[in-house]
């Protein structure tokens, strides 16, 4: 299949073993990699062709693990928040293409995007009892920007509400862990899963990194920043529906214990998830959730002070 105008092309193909993925092209030269496997987004390049989204070169393109790296699905639970297999089962069941998504408010044509469906099966349903229809749109815009737009719809046709956590578990490639900091999340409440996920505040300063983290900010605002300081890149991320931000490295020690992640590769990547995982989401059959997540990098010259990474934060 290859669609598109002479501006924009989607594409479908073959990845990794065989793997169905669908390639998205956009005529100043970015594109974007998303595996029907998970619904996974797994390679977001810009116009110059650098990769902005880490994966693991040990990443298992196999069913039933998850790929390590890119944009996992966390749904319909995030971590071990509930009594379901870590992250939920979205992001290790094989999507579908959409053919015919109800229509979005906004109008789509300068784009190139992709429109996946899940439908949970019947095995599915003895894990989770709940019928379902989760649509993902992945849209990359003519700047480059990825966009990603989750609509989630209870199906039930017992009349019966279900609750759910979620999460874009967005590993984003880094130049050095050690040289990276996020604005953004200053001041806010989190919960630490690295210490029975109790509840802190956060200090005032930008966060930087010198040792395994995993915490969840809480009620975080609709921007985020995460500036890289040597390859002198921002990315801005905006997020709608979406009120936490799971900050994730494993650093050195878990690193080496993940069989599917190099000793050395936590140095290079960082995750930032948008979320929504201390106030489950409650859908009646018939209604919908809507969750979206926009990345863009953008250029920074951060240390010679010519891009305040504040003006980044504030600019709409
Ligand atoms: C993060 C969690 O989102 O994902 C961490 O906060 C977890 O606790 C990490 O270790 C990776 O999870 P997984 O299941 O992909 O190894």
């Not at 040792?211 to 890149?233: G, N, Q, V």
Request: aromatic fraction near 10%.
């Amino acid at each position: 299949m290859a669609t598109g105008s002479d501006r924009v092309a989607v594409e479908l193909c073959k990845g990794i073993n065989g793997l169905d993925k669908v390639v998205l092209r956009e005529s100043r030269g970015s594109s974007v990699e998303v595996y029907l496997y998970g619904g996974q987004v797994t390679s977001w390049k810009n116009d110059h062709g650098e990769e902005l989204l880490f994966v693991s070169s040990k990443a298992i393109f196999k069913p039933p693990k998850a790929i390590r790296g890119g944009i996992p699905i966390c749904f319909p639970q995030f971590g071990s928040h509930g009594g379901l297999e870590q992250h939920g089962f979205a992001r290790n069941r094989v999507w579908s293409i959409d053919t015919d998504p109800p229509p979005f408010p906004t109008v789509s044509s300068n784009k190139a995007f992709i429109d996946l469906i899940f439908k949970p099966t019947e095995e599915d349903m003895k894990i989770w009892p709940h019928s379902f229809e989760f649509r993902l749109r992945v849209a990359l815009g003519p700047g480059g920007d990825l966009m990603l737009t989750s609509r989630i719809r209870n199906t039930n046709a017992d009349g019966k509400p279900f609750s759910f956590t979620f999460a874009y578990h967005t590993y984003f490639s880094v130049s050095d862990i050690s040289e990276v900091r996020v604005e953004g999340l200053e001041t806010l409440d989190y919960l630490d899963n690295l210490q029975s996920k109790e509840r802190f505040t956060e200090q005032g300063d930008a966060i930087t990194f010198e040792s395994e983290i995993d915490k969840i900010y809480l009620s975080t605002p609709t921007k985020i920043a995460i500036l890289d300081h040597e390859k002198k890149r921002t990315f801005v991320l905006r997020k709608d529906g979406l009120p936490d931000a799971v900050v994730w490295n494993p650093w050195d020690r878990k690193a080496k214990a993940m069989a599917d992640f190099g000793d050395d590769e936590y140095k290079h990547m960082l995750c930032v998830e948008a979320a929504a995982v201390e106030k489950p989401i409650t859908l009646k059959p018939g209604e919908e959730w809507r969750g979206r997540l926009e990345l863009s990098a953008v250029p920074s010259s951060y240390c010679s002070g010519q891009l305040d990474p504040r003006k980044v934060l504030l600019s709409s």
